[in-house]
């Protein structure tokens, strides 16, 4: 293992620093925790889809042996609805309260909560609580919510419609339609998902009232905005009375961002009996209640030249966002979605349209890439439409449109401004590990005898490194959107960091130990990571949409800086010099050019805590916080490509290889890079060949509701990746680190499905509508092609 | 009515009163205080709750406490031997075969009876074994790296736990 004295560790495949303690078994998770006078909490919840409240009978319930107490909705008063924090303009935003009141509108939405002295009497309590249901018809199918005749969800939302909202240029984009001599139109569907974290949410409240401090272990990837949502918006108790912990937690994809019903009532629940709860979700309970992701039906068309120039797209989409808008659900089909359409390529003309429906379903949110799948998908899926539509080969269409490399900026016509990029190269470089040409020669072999081989392509990009807080705040965020860092030497020279980012598995304490051992010039021992408590950390807004490294990682960096300016003031004293001639240099303060006139980095740290011989009105100590707000999003960009074999008579699709080359900007542990890229590629083919899930049109109940149901990866179902990088560093940040965290689920999904429809062309396939292409879903395709499908493909 | 037993996990001598329904990962945490076996599931696919008894990788969730009587439990906190590392764990460590660590105690355990049934596992053998287990972190690339390392560094060196 390098050690900081060998050399620079950016850019080191160190091993992880976390991992001694999950390898054997000494992680501490929100459910591990046990506190003197724990009480257990279980949740009621809707069996219905849509269903009024007539009574809850808890008498029985309260009977039970072991029971505490027991809450409903109509408990809670004084308590306000959970917060929507991204509005649009004429956004509908219905109620929201922790333990539905009057009416449940989707299956899983809780009603009460029962706590006791053990989990077991909590659920078997929980069994007795009777509810007196009203029946409602529901509606769950994105494309039906906004029907006639549909169940109304919402009284302030009419026909559930929540928004509608547009980007792009309509008049432009119907003109270069008008004109163009091809135009490519398809029904896209992509899917609903759930997270699936492998660690289900939980949470542990303290109450004391001895104090009135409350404290809140949470499965979060953003303790900081849980507090603030939590205490200024919902239950009105003082920020600075609570602290929220987000201790080890196992994995989030999204699904752990927001607040959720179940902390919220706990936090609440525990002022009133003055005990310790703890509540943790069943893996039934989180597909219920875990926000979701995707779920867009859209109507794309492409317009092109003859020589295949792109002169225009018009989108069209409906986005289901559930029965609640979850805290940030607003913004992911629209500015996380709309905002990227221009993908790669130069664009005649770009409209799109989109509208936001409720439906009798959990709530919809960010998933892993957020928007960016979808609109990544659209784009790859709907130019290898065109390319089929002009004869023309897939990458000889995407090298026509390329935008050519730029270094510092491109405008996009929907709104954003590229960083740089070079997506030619990416292309190039995954072209250097697959001999494409003679693939497609083998292809027309394999297809002689019989075989559905396929390549498909997704040439991506994606916004990340959220983001400049004045942007989104002009597009409807209710939060700033900048990270802390705090680094603070102690007297013996050794460092702690505090960061307001969040690890649920992106290994924080090794990457930013590289980056401070590297900088400071100390030995990465001499460094400790702190992040996931809002007692220990200033502020933070958390982790989510590959912000960590670059904006997280740039606070840090900026109170480097912060350090060493103050270093040199008491270096420069202690030897009588200038602070100006001062230059930090392997570990030591010493005068420009003079490694022989220096002060070691520990002498500095000492003197800055005993100050004897210490410059003139210079503060002791040496701590400094940043706050780091970013000018732009980065933009991540890469070639990745998938060969698949059909099975002709199963419909199951092999993935046979996966290549993908990302360029991420700067990268400061390779290993840890690559083994996000190969989980975020799994999460993605996962979505095109596997999940999704189901509600059943009348019950509105989640048919796939388990992991029996929901077919998530196994290890068998997927292949060793290839992966490799091009390094376009971005000028937005000093570290030029872009974000790395979501390119492969956003890349992943088009290669895949572009793979499956190659692979079928020959029977006359040239698109699926929905995924995932499961078995059925293939067979059946090849089952209705085949009498339209050309006679010399029999075997 | 509670039920005594009476068993041994990582080789000290557990004895409690039981409910019969008490499923053995609850006991193993909440009961004897091992909070490294984890609950991922409600259903057994999961596989984050592996535990060995009596050397068999068993999924601890399937299991009443009851029915381990008498039996000889392994759990992750019991797999280094004073402060060495098992080379399965070694290797998860040195290939990145885990991220939030969550599927790992269960996947280390599913690992070593992996090895113990193929010392020299093909890549098919390794994922075919590893179905019973999720992640959702590592798109299980690195897990079959780690169990691949943790293979060649177990020739020779006649490693496990009975």
């Known amino acids: ?795 | 009515m509670k039920h005594s037993v009476k068993m041994t996990i990582n080789g000290q001598t557990q004895s409690h009163e039981v409910e019969p329904r008490l499923l053995l990962v609850h006991y193993i945490r909440e009961t004897v205080g091992l909070t490294g076996t984890h609950v991922g599931c409600d259903t057994s696919q999961c596989g984050a709750c592996t535990i060995l008894m009596n050397g068999q990788a068993v999924k601890a969730c399937t299991v009443f406490t009851v029915q381990a009587e008498g039996a000889k439990i392994t759990t992750i906190e019991g797999l280094a031997k004073n402060g060495e590392l098992h080379p399965i764990q070694q290797g998860f460590w040195e290939k990145h075969g885990l991220q939030c660590g969550f599927c790992t105690p269960g996947m280390i355990l599913a690992a070593h009876q992996l090895l113990e049934r193929y010392p020299k596992p093909s890549e098919d053998q390794i994922r075919h074994q590893l179905e019973g287990n999720l992640c959702r972190c590592t798109g299980y690339h690195n897990i079959v790296k780690a169990i691949q390392w943790a293979s060649e560094n177990m020739a020779g060196a006649k490693a496990g736990v009975k």
């Open chain 1, 1 to 795: 293992m390098a050690t900081a004295t060998d050399a620079r560790l950016f850019g080191k495949s160190i091993k992880r620093r976390e991992d001694p303690r999950f390898i054997t078994g000494k992680g501490h998770y929100t459910d591990d925790l046990k506190l003197a006078g724990m009480t257990y909490a279980a949740f009621v919840r809707s069996p219905h889809a849509h269903a009024k409240i007539r009574k809850i009978d808890v008498a029985k319930a309260t009977a039970h042996p072991g029971v505490v107490a027991i809450f409903t909705g109509k408990d809670m008063t004084g308590v306000n609805s959970l917060p929507c924090g991204w509005l649009l303009p004429d956004l509908k935003v219905p109620p929201h309260p922790p333990l539905a009141v009057d009416t449940a509108r989707y299956v899983g939405d809780p009603v009460a909560i029962v706590i006791a002295e053990s989990q077991d009497a909590a659920l078997d309590a929980a069994e007795k609580v009777k509810v007196d249901w009203d029946v409602r018809p529901s509606v769950t199918a994105t494309g039906k919510a906004a029907d006639k005749g549909a169940a109304q969800i919402h009284e302030v939302a009419p026909s559930n419609v929540a928004f509608t909202w547009q980007i792009g240029d309509a008049a432009a984009t119907d003109a270069a339609f008008k004109s163009a001599p091809v135009v490519v139109k398809k029904r896209i569907v992509n899917q609903r998902l759930v997270a699936n974290a492998m660690e289900p949410r939980a949470c542990v409240a303290r109450y004391e009232d001895a104090t009135g401090d409350l404290t809140l272990w949470v499965t979060s990837q953003n303790p900081h905005v849980h507090r603030l949502l939590m205490t200024a918006f919902v239950l009105g108790i003082p920020e600075h009375k609570v602290r929220v912990i987000a201790p080890d937690v196992g994995g989030g994809f999204g699904s752990k961002i927001f607040l959720y019903n179940e902390e919220t009532v706990c936090s609440w629940a525990t002022r009133r009996i003055k005990r310790p709860i703890r509540w943790t979700s069943t893996r039934r309970e989180a597909f219920q209640t875990d926000a979701q992701g995707r779920d867009h039906v859209t109507d794309v068309e492409l317009a092109l030249s003859r020589e295949g120039k792109i002169l225009g797209l018009r989108v069209k989409t409906v986005a289901n966002l559930g029965a609640y808008l979850s805290t940030f659900a607003p913004a992911v089909p629209t500015y996380l979605y709309g905002t990227l359409l221009n993908g790669v390529y130069e664009m005649g003309a770009i409209h799109a349209d989109v509208t936001g429906v409720f439906t009798n379903t959990t709530p919809v949110d960010a998933y892993r890439g957020a928007g960016r799948p979808e609109a990544a998908y659209l784009i790859e899926r709907i130019i290898e439409a065109g390319a089929a539509a002009l004869k023309m080969d897939v990458l000889e269409l995407r090298r026509k449109n390329f935008i050519p490399k730029f270094a510092d900026g491109y405008q996009t016509k929907v709104a954003l401004n590229y960083d740089s990029g070079n997506y030619g190269a990416a292309l190039d470089k995954l072209l250097t590990v697959l001999d494409y040409k003679k693939f497609r020669a083998e292809q027309e072999v394999s297809r002689k005898q019989g075989k559905l081989v396929g390549i498909g392509f997704s040439t991506y990009i994606e916004a990340c490194s959220i983001a400049p807080s004045k942007v989104v705040g002009s597009l409807g965020a209710q939060a700033g959107l900048y990270e802390s860092g705090i680094v603070r030497v102690h007297p013996t020279g050794k460092v702690t960091v505090l960061t307001g980012s969040h690890s649920h598995g992106q290994g924080h304490e090794t990457t930013f130990s590289q980056l401070v051992a590297d900088e400071l010039g100390v030995p990465i021992d001499d460094v400790d990571i702190v992040h996931g408590d809002t007692g220990a950390i200033a502020f933070g807004m958390g982790t989510y949409g590959s912000r960590s490294a670059s904006v997280g990682g740039t606070a840090i960096h900026m109170s480097i800086e912060k350090i060493k300016e103050k270093g040199k003031k008491i270096a420069a004293h202690l030897l009588e010099a200038s602070p100006k001639d001062m230059e930090y240099v392997n570990g030591q303060f010493q005068v420009k050019g003079f490694p022989g006139k220096a002060v070691p980095f520990g002498q500095v740290a000492l003197t800055a805590y005993v100050p004897h011989n210490y410059p003139e009105g210079l503060e002791p100590g040496l701590e400094e916080t940043s706050f780091y707000d970013p000018s732009n999003f980065c933009f991540p960009f890469g070639a990745h490509a998938c060969v698949v074999e059909v099975d002709r008579d199963t419909g199951k699709v092999k993935v046979l290889r996966y290549i993908a080359v990302d360029d991420v900007g700067n990268v400061i542990n390779p290993m840890i890079v690559d083994g996000m890229v190969h989980g975020g590629v799994a999460q993605g083919i996962g979505q095109a060949l596997w999940e999704g899930a189901v509600y059943e049109d009348g019950s509105g109940q989640l048919v796939t509701g388990t992991m029996m149901d929901y077919a998530l990866p196994k290890a068998d179902m997927l292949p060793m990746y290839e992966t490799d990088r091009t390094v376009t560093p971005t000028l937005v940040n000093p570290l030029g680190i872009k974000g790395a965290g979501e390119t492969g689920t956003i890349a992943a999904t088009p290669a895949v499905v572009n793979a499956v429809i190659d692979a079928l062309r020959p029977l006359g396939v040239d698109h699926i509508e929905t995924m995932p292409l499961s078995p059925e879903r293939v067979w059946k395709t090849i089952q209705a092609a085949r009498p339209a499908g050309a006679a010399s493909q029999k075997r």
